[in-house]
Structure formats: structure tokens, C-alpha cells
């Protein structure tokens, strides 16, 4: 493992993360200097720059534009370099306070509670407002459908080669995985941090009747579950969903009797991970080509989208 893949274990690892800096905010009338202590704002007062603001009576600043343009434009031009990657400096700080909003907080209050989760209020029912939780790759994923593409196929030599524990033991002269063994398949082809897999799995000229199993790589093998039943001498399929090994991109498949084995994916559940663009629908290197790049592929069709109606209504 590299040392930049080291760092993505780690980074997937971190389910939650928060921390507590006091930061100013620019007034209309700003002071340049660092102050010392606790500066005031109260109304009609300046907010310091480079200081923590109380307001001691309590009370909300508003700004209003009536413009078209933005409100509020806050910028940081801090970038730094390391390995390759660009790290901005933050315009914007939400502390981390509490679980909840307050009840009393007006719609479209926002706020990030102690273990990083950002949350918004959405509703309010007479004098009480609901709060959403905002999803992000901290506490939630997504489902991204791709171009279906075949990972392995045990009958072809060249389609066994993302079998990463390929041998006499576990598959035998012909190609079929071997009863009683079980299978570790790369997925790095085509996801990055992936957290789960949905597919097609085939089993065909099985020897005798029996089952496969699709699991997490990494974790002990489950009892009393199958993904596929199969019979001798015949072509079984079915769809499934599994997890996806949580350090590596790979997934375990043990057969009960020895079977060819066909692997197709069409689509993955990503969290912090990426999936590869060239297997997307909208991609240019989708079956239906194009000439535009991607970022202006999914443009307009975001555009596209806003524009029109659904059939339903």
C-alpha cells in the first residue's frame, strides 16, 4: 500500500470530525488591527476583525441585498500543495455546537452539531421547527448506475485476471471455482473507496447443485445467506448488492460445489469514493459518444432538467 493510499484508509475511516476555532466576521465598519479580549457588537457597534464578537444583549444581524447578486462573498486564496493534491483554506466556519437545532430556530436556520453533521431547518409546525440533517460523505452515500460492465468470467482466461487469488487450489483446469473455496475479486478498475456493489452474478456447468455467496473482502464469511442457487448443468442468474472490502476494493466469492462463475456490475454505492467517469452513462466514453466533455455533458443535462416538467404533473 502507498503512502497516499495509506492516508485514503484513514480518511475513510473518519466517520465524523469537528473542531472549535472563534472566528470574526467583516462589518461594514472594520477595525484592521488584532484586539486583544472580547470585543463588542452590540447594535450600532463595530464588529472587530481578528477578534471574538459578543453581542451581550442577545440579537440577529441581518444583511439584506435586493439585488440579483449574492449577499455575502467570503473568500480564502490560502492554497497549499502536498502530494499532489490542492488544500483551500475555508471562507466559511460553522462551530460545532449541540445535537439538535434549537426548536425555536426560524426555517432555513443552519448549523453543524458536535460530530460534524450539518443540519438545517426545513419546517415548522406552529411554534416548533424540524430539523433536516444535510447529506454529505461523512454520513451518508450515493447509488451512481454505470454503463454495465463485466468484472469477471471464469470460462475466458483473460477475464480471470482480476482474480486476485487465482490458483490450482481455487479455481480448477478449466477455469471454475472450486467447491468449498472461495474467490477475492478486484473492483480498483473501476471504483475507488466503493462501499458496496450492485451486479449480476451467473453460475453455469456447475458439477452438482449448490450455492454462491457474494461478501465484504475482509470479513469472515456468512453463514446461512446465498446470493445465487444453482443446479448442475445449467445457466443460474440473479441480482444482488454486497459491500465492498472497507481497506481495498474487492469483494470474496465461495461456492458451494465447483461452477463457472460470471460477475456483472451495474452500479456502485460510493461514500468518500469516486467512481470511474468512463463508465458512467453520461460519459464520452459511454456508448453514446460525443464530442462535449463530461463536465459539460452533465451541465446540460442539469439544465435540461430545470427547464422541463415531469410527465406526472
Given amino acids: 500500500m502507498t503512502e497516499n493510499q495509506d492516508k485514503t484508509v484513514g480518511r475513510r475511516q473518519l466517520l465524523r470530525r469537528a473542531g472549535t476555532v472563534a472566528a470574526g466576521v467583516a462589518g461594514t465598519t472594520v477595525v484592521g488591527a488584532a484586539v486583544a479580549g472580547q470585543a463588542q457588537a452590540d447594535p450600532g457597534q463595530p464588529v472587530i476583525q481578528a477578534a471574538s464578537n459578543f453581542v451581550t444583549g442577545g440579537g440577529t444581524t441581518a444583511l439584506v441585498n435586493p439585488a440579483n447578486g449574492p449577499t455575502l462573498r467570503l473568500a480564502n486564496t490560502n492554497v497549499t500543495v502536498a502530494d499532489g493534491i490542492e488544500f483551500a483554506g475555508p471562507p466559511l466556519m460553522l462551530i460545532p455546537s449541540g445535537e439538535l437545532l434549537s426548536e425555536q430556530a426560524p426555517v432555513g436556520s443552519m448549523g453543524v452539531d458536535k ?40 470460462r475466458e482466461a483473460a477475464l480471470r485476471a482480476r482474480i486476485d487469488n487465482a490458483s490450482t487450489t481455487t479455481l480448477d483446469s478449466s477455469g471454475r471455482l472450486r467447491g468449498g473455496q472461495t474467490i477475492h475479486v478486484r473492483l480498483d478498475d473501476f471504483v475507488h473507496y466503493g462501499d458496496a456493489l450492485f451486479g449480476i452474478v451467473t453460475a453455469t456447468t456447475a458439477i452438482n447443485a449448490g450455492f454462491l455467496q457474494i461478501f465484504p473482502y475482509g470479513t469472515p464469511r456468512p453463514a446461512n445467506f446465498a446470493s445465487l442457487n444453482y443446479v448442475a448443468n445449467q445457466v443460474n442468474s440473479n441480482a444482488f448488492m454486497s459491500g465492498i472490502g472497507w481497506e481495498e476494493d474487492f469483494i470474496s466469492i465461495y461456492a458451494l460445489q465447483t461452477t463457472h462463475v460470471v460477475l456483472d456490475a451495474t452500479a456502485f454505492v460510493i461514500g468518500y469514493g469516486e467512481v470511474d467517469p468512463a463508465i458512467l452513462p453520461y460519459s464520452v466514453n459511454a456508448t453514446a459518444r460525443s464530442t462535449e466533455s463530461l463536465a459539460e455533458r452533465k451541465a446540460k443535462r442539469a439544465a435540461k432538467a430545470k427547464q422541463s416538467t415531469p410527465s406526472w404533473r
Fill in 115 to 154: 460530530y460534524g453533521n450539518f443540519q438545517v431547518v426545513s419546517v415548522q409546525s406552529g411554534t416548533t421547527s424540524l430539523t433536516d440533517y444535510v447529506h454529505t460523505t461523512g454520513n451518508s452515500n450515493q447509488i451512481v448506475p454505470i454503463v454495465p460492465q463485466r468484472i469477471i468470467d471464469t
